[in-house]
């Protein structure tokens, strides 16, 4: 019988447990990571181990953008496999949600870097089963701060339970990496996803991306650079910051939150400059580079994109990109959820999970 477990979503992260179970063998698979910041790399043959929502606000093959090569495969962070080490009960909050199966849990290297990491999550796979999709997290945070696994854990579980497979990537932060470091990050996990699909049984062709305020301005670019669709097949953002300059004017309003305050200064460390009249041409050319509409194109991956009707990040930074994305003929759904939430906070709205999960099953048809 499956319990029911009850809590909200501050506690979502300590309402699961994630299980560690060896991957099965392959000649070039990633194995685990030993520590955080020093992957190690395995034998020549291949050989070696096998292996709720986060609330903070927030390569492509070129050499320093932590791209994964044939020679060093990433491989998990720790030797164990993240187990959370919690254990399964009912506590008393907010939100009713019904316990998933702990799925296969194991953190990997998509590149040399300390930052450069990814968990998956998935299922084994029956003897006659076909690739499963999946669906790449990326995490909120102002490009500045966040983690992979904060609180995404519950949110992995409900989704593998529904026959997606799911990784949840770090990347490097501003202001120590500049723009577009993030991005390339995100593309390098993207491309280590497909490299090594057979190891999770994935299905390299039917991938999605989702994220999450600062994430969810990655994701939308994972949609749209380049011709999107080669790189995924949809993109769902909560609160995403799509125009960089745009968050930047917004916290210099008179009355301007703190956090609008704060997002504002985080422009700035991304893009390692302040935008105005004095600003070098350098600058310019990177806020333009990180405004998701400079990328639109034919071709692009179909959005889902929300925000809540008090988000900080207001639904204007949506509403112009699915315009936009429209004209050039490819579907772009922006929706509104009552509230002051942020990110990841809309899924403590009942409506919310339902919506992004019918959206992924009618776009990668994870029963197929």
């Known amino acids: 019988m499956r319990k029911v477990l009850v809590c909200g979503a501050a506690f979502a992260a ?10 099965g063998a392959h000649a070039n698979a ?33 050499p320093g953008t932590g791209s994964p ?7 998990p962070e720790n030797g164990q496999g993240a187990t959370d080490g919690e254990p399964d009960g009912t506590v008393t909050a907010q939100a009713v949600m019904v316990t998933p ?21 998935w299922r084994e796979p029956g003897p006659r089963a076909t690739p499963r999709p999946a669906v790449l997290l990326l995490h909120g945070g102002y490009w500045l701060e966040g983690d992979k696994a904060g609180g995404w854990k519950y949110f992995a579980r409900r989704l593998t339970e529904e026959g997606f497979v799911v ?15 993030q991005r390339n990050d995100a593309m390098s996990a993207l491309a280590f996803i ?14 999605a991306v989702m994220g999450s305020s600062a994430g969810g301005q990655l994701a939308t670019q994972l949609g749209t650079f380049g011709t999107g669709t080669r790189q995924v097949r949809g993109v769902v ?48 050319t990177r806020l333009d580079d990180a405004s998701t509409l400079t990328h639109v194109s034919a071709g692009d991956a179909p959005m889902l994109l929300m925000h809540a009707t008090g988000d900080f990040v207001p639904v204007t930074q ?34 919310t999970y339902p919506t992004i999960l019918a959206w992924l099953k009618k776009l990668l048809n994870p029963g197929q």
Request: hydrophobic content about 35%; charged content about 15%.
């Open 69 to 75: 090569s044939a020679s060093s495969p990433a491989q």
């Open 237 to 284: 953002a909560l609160s995403p910051p799509n125009n960089p300059f745009l968050a930047f004017q917004d916290g210099a309003k008179p009355g301007a939150l703190l956090n609008e305050r704060k997002l504002r200064r985080a422009v700035t460390g991304l893009v390692h400059c302040v935008p105005g009249l004095t600003a070098d041409p350098d600058c310019w």
């Open 318 to 351: 949506s509403t112009g990109l699915a315009s936009a994305l429209r004209a050039a003929g490819v579907q772009a759904t922006v929706k509104t959820i009552d509230g002051d939430m942020h990110a990841s906070e809309m899924l403590e709205d009942e409506h």
């Open 14 to 23: 300590t309402c699961v447990s994630a299980v560690a179970v060896p991957v």
């Open 194 to 207: 497909k490299k090594h699909a057979r190891v999770w049984n994935v299905d390299p062709n039917r991938v």
């Open 167 to 181: 990784l949840s990537a770090n990347y490097r932060l501003a202001p120590q990496a500049q723009w577009p470091a």
């Open 30 to 62: 990633p194995v685990p990571t030993p520590s955080a910041s020093v992957p190690s790399v395995p034998p020549a043959d291949g050989s070696g181990p096998s292996g709720g929502p986060e609330t903070g606000v927030p390569g492509t093959g070129v």
């Open 101 to 121: 199966r702990l799925p296969k849990v194991r953190t990997y290297a998509y590149g040399r870097n300390a930052a450069q990491r990814i968990d998956a999550y």
